[in-house]
């Protein structure tokens, strides 16, 4: 009997596949070397190191950053903003967001704002579910210690002007914190030349990492006060945080069998190119634009220009709700999509899909054009029924 057809369609949360050598490598570590890294002078854990060590200096490469030390691993992208985020802001700050960003720049922000610590000012977005760099300028006042925006929306897949709004916190002394979550690994992301003083990304979104994996880049200069304190394995004797990068931010064991997945994972990547997994992601946009194009009752929310957004598309069926969308997506064509409001109740918002939500298919760099022409057929047909 043959398995059932599936089409995993949920990147913007987590890829799948990944890799083969990504599950090889963590499978080689699970089983072959398995100790904690910078504890001990025997071999597996001088192995662990290396593994550390070698994954953040692939990162280094990827991001076009001198120091490997200022990327700190974290748990996953929702793990770096926090780290950013309460490291940064100091009590009476203001910190301007915007309505595309997720409940995992939102939801921070409102502790911040409920403890009294912050004040916090949340710029619009358009129908499409762009931000405007005038509408942030506009937010901007004197004591604006920050600006957080993510780079790359998870429901729209529109991309922000993150280099002018950099350019904008800066000419008002302000930091520039951006949420990469859906951009690193899937076209080249340079912090230092966007302009970010901290970026939070994923390691297994379209890194192709393992779930459990992310990091933050803080750049020189850029002070952040720790979130949690404990082991680094370093400066033993000392009962403070060491104030060295990386240890500041890594306190207790790392996730080695991830980060070695990560390894490979940037192996990948580095040797496929950030240039070419980018031309690749525009061509999905291009093909799913085209391919659902004036089908009766379907609407794909957000730009529809290919080059103005990732492959991450939240769409509508008239007289259907999005959960029965993704129902039958799964149930009739094997096809993994997520609906709802993907944790960024504000973007839908703004582009008028509160509280209903949208389902949403989000294409990967392991995704072919063969599974946008499924998704887009799947699409249509369910449309085509749902009129009847
Ligand atoms: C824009 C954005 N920011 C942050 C996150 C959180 O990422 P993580 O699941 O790695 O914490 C996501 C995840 O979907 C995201 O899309």
Redesign the pocket.
């Known amino acids: 009997m043959n398995a059932p057809r599936r089409i995993y369609l949920d990147n913007?949360?987590t890829s799948f596949p990944k890799p083969e050598a990504v599950w090889q490598a963590m499978d080689r570590f699970n089983r072959g070397v398995g100790a904690s890294a910078g504890r001990g002078a025997y071999r597996e854990a001088v192995e662990a190191g290396r593994i550390l060590d070698s994954c953040r200096d692939k990162l280094r490469r990827l991001l076009g950053v001198a120091e490997a030390a200022r990327v700190v691993f974290t748990f996953?992208?929702?793990?770096a903003?926090n780290i950013a985020l309460k490291g940064v802001v100091r009590q009476g700050d203001h910190v301007v967001t915007t309505w595309m960003d997720?409940n995992?720049v939102l939801r921070p922000l409102s502790e911040l704002e409920e403890r009294g610590v912050a004040r916090v000012t949340r710029v619009r977005a358009s129908a499409e579910g762009v931000v405007a760099a005038e509408d942030v300028a506009a937010a901007l006042r004197d004591d604006t210690r920050l600006v957080v925006m993510?780079h790359a929306s998870?429901v729209t897949g529109s991309l922000q002007p993150a280099r002018e709004v950099a350019a904008l916190a800066h000419a008002r002394g302000a930091l520039f914190l951006l949420?990469a979550?859906?951009t690193a690994g899937a076209r080249p992301v340079f912090p230092d030349e966007i302009g970010a003083d901290l970026m939070a990304f994923?390691g297994?979104k379209s890194l192709l990492g393992p779930l459990g994996t992310?990091a933050l880049y803080i750049r020189e200069g850029v002070d952040v006060l720790t979130l949690r304190e404990g082991g680094t394995g370093s400066r033993s004797e000392e009962d403070r945080q060491p104030r060295d990068l990386p240890d500041r931010h890594e306190a207790g064991s790392h996730n080695l069998p991830g980060i070695a997945g990560l390894e490979a994972a940037l192996d990948y990547i580095l040797a496929r190119g950030l240039e070419d997994i980018e031309r690749h992601k525009r061509e999905l946009c291009r093909s799913f634009l085209e391919a659902t194009a004036g089908a009766a009752r379907l609407r794909v929310l957000g730009p529809r220009d290919p080059s103005a957004r990732e492959p991450v598309f939240s769409v509508q069926i008239d007289g259907l709700d999005c959960q029965e969308v993704g129902t039958l997506l799964d149930a009739e064509f094997g096809i993994k999509a997520r609906a709802g409001l993907h944790?960024a109740p504000l973007a839908h918002r703004a582009i008028g899909s509160f509280p209903g939500g949208a389902a949403r298919l989000s294409f990967g760099p392991l995704n072919t054009l063969d599974d946008v022409a499924a998704a887009a057929e799947a699409l249509r047909a369910i449309a085509r029924a749902s009129s009847g």
Do not use: R, V, Y
């Open positions: 913007a949360a996953n992208a929702t793990d903003i997720h995992s993510l998870n949420d979550a859906q994923p297994h992310g944790c």
